[in-house]
């Protein structure tokens, strides 16, 4: 019997759909026309990709007609599907925020008694709203919720934020944060075994990817009588591979870095005695 593809399902346009593409091209995956198609299949792994709206995609990975998903954390709250989470993808960052008038005074949570909030994410506000000992009126709205206390439909509202613009433009301001969420990848329950190895190694894949963009590789020029020094302040895989330069007394430093560490490191190599240092993005990384 042929092997089955693994499915995943995307978001067919919108925030997550550029990088969710370039994720599994940065796993190695080509898609065939991703663009304004309801499904797509790889030509190098046993990949099946469907395009749907992100508000789905927990109920059909829940189901089963898709194996696992790429969405939203917000999302995955919200729809409260049997479905578990697998990886966070670093990509999709927001927050849902309650967020008042800005001439409004806000002294605390209990404000928001009896007040009417606007969302989209009516489940999570409940459940916010509870865990707070407050009780309001939600209005579910499917959109544009940062236009309502403007036109009297409410008098705050819950809504995603990420760089806060959205909220000022519209005399907001941020209060509570419910949530915070980044793009995830999420899985069915009741996976065959050959789907769960295909997700390995798609999981895998992933890990590298995520791994590479924390770290970066970097290279530089040492006096040989500062070696000893400059090894100490390296962390590298294992050790820092080092190499005789043309000119005598001299070395090359190889080793790889973490995103954290960089500046403090950097500065700490330079006093030292490094130079010349070189510093290069790594594409994938497996340890
Ligand atoms: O058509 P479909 O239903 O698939 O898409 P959609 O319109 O429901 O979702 P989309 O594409 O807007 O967002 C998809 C996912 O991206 C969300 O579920 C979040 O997980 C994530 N994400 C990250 C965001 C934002 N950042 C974000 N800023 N989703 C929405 N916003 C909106 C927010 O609702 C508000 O209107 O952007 C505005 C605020 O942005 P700032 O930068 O002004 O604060
Ligand atoms: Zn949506």
Not at 239 to 249: E, F
């Given at each position: 019997m ?45 990949l ?14 829940e ?5 696992i ?48 909030i ?19 009126e ?21 809504d ?13 301001k941020?209060v ?8 995830v ?12 190895q ?36 390296l962390?590298?895989?294992k ?11 001299w ?37």
């Open positions: 042929a092997e089955s593809n693994l499915r995943i399902a995307i978001q067919k346009s919108g925030r997550l759909f550029d990088d969710s593409v370039l994720l599994l091209k940065e796993c190695g995956i080509d898609l065939r026309n991703v663009k304004d198609r309801l499904r797509t299949e790889s030509d190098n792994f046993p099946e990709v469907f395009f749907l709206r992100d508000d789905d995609i927990p109920q059909y990975v189901d089963g007609v898709a194996d998903g790429i969405v939203g954390e917000n999302v995955v709250a919200e729809k409260n599907k049997h479905v578990e989470v697998v990886e966070k993808l670093g990509f999709g960052k927001c927050r849902l925020s309650i967020a008042v008038p800005r001439s409004q005074d806000y002294p605390g949570i209990s404000s928001l008694q009896g007040k009417r606007a969302t989209s994410y009516p489940h999570m506000v409940n459940s916010f709203l509870e865990k707070n000992n407050v009780t309001a939600i209005h579910e709205i499917s959109g544009s919720v940062e236009i309502a206390p403007g036109i009297g439909l409410a008098d705050v509202i819950a995603l934020v990420s760089s806060g613009s959205t909220l000022f433009m519209n005399g907001l941020e509570e944060t419910i949530l915070h969420s980044q793009a990848l999420i899985r069915n329950h009741l996976l065959n075994d050959n789907t769960v295909l997700l390995d190694k798609l999981l895998f894949r992933i890990q590298a990817v995520k791994k590479a963009k924390r770290n970066k590789y970097i290279l530089l020029n040492a006096p040989n009588e500062s070696l000893d020094k400059i090894i100490s302040l962390p590298g895989m050790s820092p591979t080092v190499l005789p330069l043309a000119q005598s007394g070395s090359s430093v190889h080793s790889v870095l973490s995103e954290d560490q960089f500046w403090e490191c950097i500065e700490n190599l330079k006093s030292a005695g490094a130079q010349g240092i070189l510093v290069i993005p790594i594409e994938k990384m497996v340890i």
